[in-house]
């Protein structure tokens, strides 16, 4: 995460001796696309056992934002990947990654409808290696009696929370991008399609339990996506604006009835509150405002003398709201949010062996998943500094407080996690906006 924080800052840096002309835009945009892999080390070990391999490629589901100075290209994406799921002896075994990349490009035409842009990215990530059979329990009570079920590996544990991002990882590629006008609005539909290849620079740089897993943070890509885009070109006057904040805050919430389960069969409580870091993108055109927060709230802590725990909650809202009161560089509004949350409880065995004999003997690792929807109101304060007396970039500082309020049920197995998920919480924020 170090390295995440670092790329950021010079992002804010670069982008601060940018002139502002014409020729400028800023984008958000969604992606989706496949990437091919091959476990290479992993399948020669089940071909040595006789079984067949795992199956080829993972999927990649992103967001991203980017922003265009003269040809020069500044971005930041943000990518979900999930393996090919296969089965042996009734475990489910698969892979996920996640990645936080920085791009910088260079685009090979002039800004237009048509964009056609080299870029090289650079970040950071996590792997969840995991062959998990259904856990029979019903209740939590009998889930933690015997949570053996399988086992999760985890290299730059962001279930401990985002700052646990770790390990070098680039992309070198091309996006090609095409406007589609919107009636009525100086804003545009951008269709896109990028294609390229990732990998990881450092050999050996995601080793779990003897095998190397390299190749999942690898492959040659393609994606296809839809942004909305704020070409300069559009705009007589520029009332409109697109930013990306880094955000980091509290969360006044505490798991007490699944802390009381926990202390009934011997494990230790959550004790502290969730630690939270995450992404906002915000946009606002003529006073309306829309974008995305997505961001993970995370506990940590020892369960007893050889497992540790997790409870962890990625969230992905879309906002959309309305700008109060603006004087000079200080402004105020609230959005209204609607989106997707997990909720994910692991207990993990920290004395695993190596592989071979850990695929011949799996059943160390418990883990409990649900999904669902989420909705929140959000007022924030902001203030911004001008990077130049010039039309151009200003470094934002924001305050942001809101009410999460959980519209599926939540709950692991018989434990109701409503409480836990309903939340007030404080964010605080710095970012640039063109």
């Known amino acids: 995460m170090r390295i995440s924080i670092l790329l950021f800052l010079v992002f804010f840096c670069t982008l601060s001796f940018a002139q502002s002309n014409k020729g400028n835009r800023s984008t958000i945009y969604a992606t989706y696309g496949r990437t091919g892999a091959n476990m290479r080390l992993f399948n020669e070990m089940l071909a040595n056992k006789g079984l067949t391999p795992m199956r080829n490629g993972y999927s990649n589901l992103g967001l991203g934002y980017q922003t265009r100075y003269n040809d020069f290209i500044l971005g930041f994406e ?89 390990g070098l990882l680039t992309e070198i590629g091309f996006q090609a991008s095409l406007d589609v006008e919107i009636p009525g609005r100086e804003e545009v539909l951008e269709i896109m399609t990028k ?56 969360h006044f919430t505490s798991p007490d009835q699944f802390n009381t389960i926990l202390e009934q069969n011997g494990l230790e409580p959550f004790e502290e509150k969730p630690n939270n870091w995450g992404v906002k993108i915000l946009g606002e055109s003529k006073g309306i405002l829309y974008g995305a927060d997505i961001y993970n709230v995370s506990l940590q802590g020892g369960a007893n003398g050889f497992s540790s725990q997790t409870l962890n909650s990625v969230r992905l809202y879309g906002n959309f709201g309305r700008k109060f009161f603006e004087r000079k560089n200080l402004e105020l509004g609230g959005v209204a949010g609607i989106g997707y949350a ?89 970012g640039i906006r063109p």
Not at 84 to 110: C, I
Not at 139 to 146: E, M, W
Not at 232 to 247: E, M, P, Q, T, V
Not at 375 to 401: C, D, H, T, W
Request: proline share 5%; glycine share 10%.
């Open 195 to 250: 294609f390229g290849y990732a990998f990881s620079p450092f050999e050996n740089s995601w080793e779990l339990n003897g095998i190397q897993f390299d190749n999942a943070q690898s492959g040659a890509f393609i994606r296809a996506g839809v942004g909305i885009s704020l070409p300069d070109h559009n705009f007589f006057y520029k009332d409109a604006s697109l930013g990306i904040h880094l955000i980091s805050g509290l």
């Open 342 to 430: 997990n909720l994910r409880y692991s207990l993990i065995n920290n004395s695993k062996p190596d592989f071979p004999l850990l695929f011949e003997e799996p059943d160390f690792d418990g883990y409990l998943r649900k999904s669902g929807m989420m909705a929140k109101p959000e007022i924030y304060i902001m203030y911004a500094v001008p990077f130049s007396s010039e039309r151009g970039i200003n470094l934002v500082f924001g305050i942001q407080g809101g009410y999460e309020a959980p519209l599926s049920r939540f709950r692991l197995l018989d434990t109701p996690m409503y409480k836990y998920m309903a939340n007030p919480y404080l964010h605080f924020s710095v």
């Open 78 to 166: 943000l990518y979900q990947n999930a393996g090919m799921k296969s089965t042996f002896n009734g475990y489910d075994l698969d892979y996920r990654t996640t990645r936080a990349l920085l791009n910088v490009g260079y685009s090979l035409t002039e800004e237009g409808s048509f964009q056609f842009i080299h870029y090289m990215s650079v970040g950071s990530g996590f792997l969840n290696f995991q062959m998990l059979k259904e856990n029979p329990a019903e209740t939590v009570n009998q889930f933690l009696q015997n949570p053996a079920h399988g086992f999760v590996l985890r290299d730059g544990n962001i279930h401990k929370g985002s700052r646990y991002f770790t």
